[in-house]
């Protein structure tokens, strides 16, 4: 059983049918980016009494890209290390054996 779960998990990493789920991730960054935009753009033409608060609505953007990104790298390191343990339990023995067999000059008697 947890061999077959271990070869579902593998067949997802390699093909995903859809697009990768930090599709959405970025769609909302690019939101925030475009915000920052018009906030620089704001910056120009606002009273030196409304600079803080302009500011203030920057700094609290940036914190939720900060967090997202932050979020997205435990999320990478989590699958990181699920990748790893996988890798652990995978034999390659014949992997490298055939490749030896590969690498083995031939003698030349039409045997390799």
């Known amino acids: 059983m947890a061999k077959r779960l271990g070869e579902d998990r593998a067949a997802e990493m390699m093909y995903s049918p859809g697009p990768m789920s930090g599709g959405a991730e970025i769609g909302r960054l690019e939101e925030r980016l475009k ?20 500011l203030d609505r920057a700094v609290t953007i940036l914190a ?6 932050e979020a997205g790298l435990v999320e990478a ?5 699920e990748l790893d ?5 995978v034999d390659f023995g014949p992997f490298d ?9 031939s003698d030349g008697q039409g045997g390799g």
Not at 35 to 54: D, F, H, I, M, R
Not at 64 to 69: D, F, P, Y
Not at 77 to 81: H, I, K, L, P, Q
Request: proline share 4%; aromatic share 0%; net charge negative.
């Open 97 to 105: 054996a055939a490749l030896e067999d590969l690498e083995r000059p």
């Open 35 to 54: 915000e920052l935009e018009k906030l620089a753009e704001e910056l120009e033409g606002v009273p030196v009494s409304g600079v803080v608060n302009v």
């Open 64 to 69: 939720e890209v900060n967090a997202r990104i």
């Open 85 to 89: 343990e996988l890798l652990e339990k």
């Open 77 to 81: 390191e989590d699958e990181v290390r």
